[in-house]
């Protein structure tokens, strides 16, 4: 049953920092795409195609990313759906059109949900588990295991929605009724996932969708689907209630639109810092905080081959597993997939142009300028922007291109190498990017970005990660030239 929640409650919810689990998190960025660009198919992609980072990162927190946060809120959070009839906990309405295909459930909220797992009984030869529900023989070829609880599908979260269908077929499987959905080839993806199958028991109040890789052959993915083992834990879930779901809508709804409205607007001349200046956080006002955390950059480099870098070291890699893949034997960088801006959403039949990448490194020197103790960040942002007639900048990724590779060297557009990390030991690394500065105590490090070779020249760092994102937000806020 759903629980009420008073006035006092909503607003502490609310007000809550917002920690997701790695299946969404790793969904954040590509999920906001899709909501400027209704680009379905990179969140698919990103969803389950996770990088080996996720085995050291574990969860993050992002209260500081509200405005992103809420475009994915929007996703999650839905309107209530009507009361089923009695004999399940949900009946599944599905429907294509042309090769998008969309998933609905209406609940009966009368009954009280369980939470389940599932784990395969067969897996084929050569594959184990790396993590749980994370099936592999190699790199590229691998099972994903996610179990749809009530609580998430009541969410609308999208779950089995895809798009790129190419044949959708019904089955039994374990005792459940199957969808096993093929998708056409990805040009946008080196091994996606393209294998699903979803399977759905309304009777016990659950859902089990299996995720394969090209490599997987589809004849194995339904074997492992027909041996899952389906156990209820002892853990309690419930449904959000339906007073809260409006309220959280409403607000997120509300937070996205001014998020997109801040990306069209762009970025004012004046609050891009030249090369070699001190730039650090801005008030509401914005007016710059003369106590608080300065950063400057000291010294830029690009260069072809990891080869022509100063010596690096694995542990100041975010996830040097992950990372190295996408260097070559010679030292360069493997190219990434990028299409044009006003080519979204795709379809995955665009012209994906293949670009070459090269390595940017900044050296930057951060300055705690108070006299108290400051957290600081090295993992500063990179953005694309153009300067446009009028003097303002524009991001390139909404008027220029869009990269669509799901498995890009670097996260968030933070540096895939930064060696004055501190938290580098086992759960510390979700902190990776973060450090504390004793009063008027300076500390000097190395950030290295992957970018496309023609852009290279159109970074600029954020130094300003907080605040609300609405129209004009960008005036607070701080970049740094690196040119």
Not at 63 to 89: I, K, Y
Not at 218 to 235: H, Y
Request: proline letters at 3%; aromatic letters at 10%; a negative charge.
């Amino acid at each position: 049953m759903s629980k009420q929640y008073n006035n006092e409650e909503i607003s502490r919810i609310l007000c809550q920092d917002l920690i997701f689990s790695r299946t969404i998190n790793d969904r954040l960025d590509e999920t906001y795409a899709l909501i400027r660009a209704n680009a379905r198919q990179i969140r698919e992609g990103s969803a389950e195609n996770s990088h080996r980072r996720v085995r050291k990162m574990g969860r993050r927190k992002i209260g500081r990313r509200l405005g992103l946060a809420a475009a994915v809120m929007v996703l999650l959070a839905a309107a209530s759906l009507a009361v089923v009839a009695a004999g399940g906990f949900f009946v599944k309405n599905s429907s294509q059109t042309g090769d998008s295909m969309t998933y609905e459930f209406k609940i009966d909220y009368t009954l009280v949900p369980k939470k389940f797992e599932a784990k395969p009984s067969y897996l084929p030869e050569g594959y184990k588990e790396w993590q749980k529900g994370k099936y592999e023989k190699d790199e590229y070829a691998q099972i994903s295991i996610r179990t749809v609880n009530m609580d998430l599908m009541d969410s609308n979260s999208g779950e089995f929605d895809c798009v790129g269908v190419e044949s959708v077929t019904t089955d039994i499987l374990g005792g459940m009724d199957a969808d096993i959905v093929q998708l056409k080839e990805n040009k946008m993806s080196y091994h996606p996932f393209d294998k699903r199958v979803y399977l759905f028991n309304p009777d016990k109040g659950y859902a089990i969708a299996l995720y394969g890789t090209d490599l997987v052959e589809m004849g194995e993915l339904k074997k492992v689907a027909d041996s899952l083992i389906v156990t209820e834990t002892e853990e309690d879930i419930s449904y959000t209630s339906e007073e809260l779901k409006k309220i959280r809508q409403q607000r997120m709804e509300e937070e996205n639109k001014k998020s997109m409205a801040a990306n069209e607007a762009g970025v004012p001349a004046d609050a891009v810092t030249p090369m070699g200046e001190e730039a650090g956080m801005v008030n509401a006002q914005g007016t710059e905080i003369s106590d608080g955390v300065k950063y400057k950059v000291t010294e830029v480099i690009h260069a072809d081959s990891i080869s022509e870098l100063p010596d690096l070291e694995e542990k100041y890699f975010i996830d040097y597993e992950d990372n190295s893949w996408w260097i070559r034997e010679d030292g360069t960088l493997k190219p990434q997939g990028r299409a044009k801006a006003d080519s979204w959403p795709l379809t995955g039949d665009e012209e994906i142009e293949q670009v070459q990448q090269k390595y940017l490194l900044v050296r930057v020197r951060a300055k705690n300028n108070s006299d108290s103790l400051k957290m600081a960040q090295g993992g500063l942002f990179a953005y694309l922007l153009r300067q446009e007639e009028d003097g303002h900048y524009s991001f390139m990724d909404n008027t220029v291109h869009k990269q669509v590779e799901v498995d890009n060297i670097q996260m968030e557009s933070r540096p895939f190498y930064f060696d004055g990390a501190e938290n580098i030991e086992g759960e510390a690394r979700s902190d990776f990017y973060y450090y504390y500065l004793e009063p008027g105590e300076e500390k000097e490090y190395t950030l290295i970005w992957a970018v496309d070779e023609d852009v290279i020249d159109n970074v600029c760092l954020m130094v300003d990660y907080n605040g609300m994102y609405e129209p004009g937000c960008y005036d607070n806020k701080r970049f740094m030239s690196i040119k």
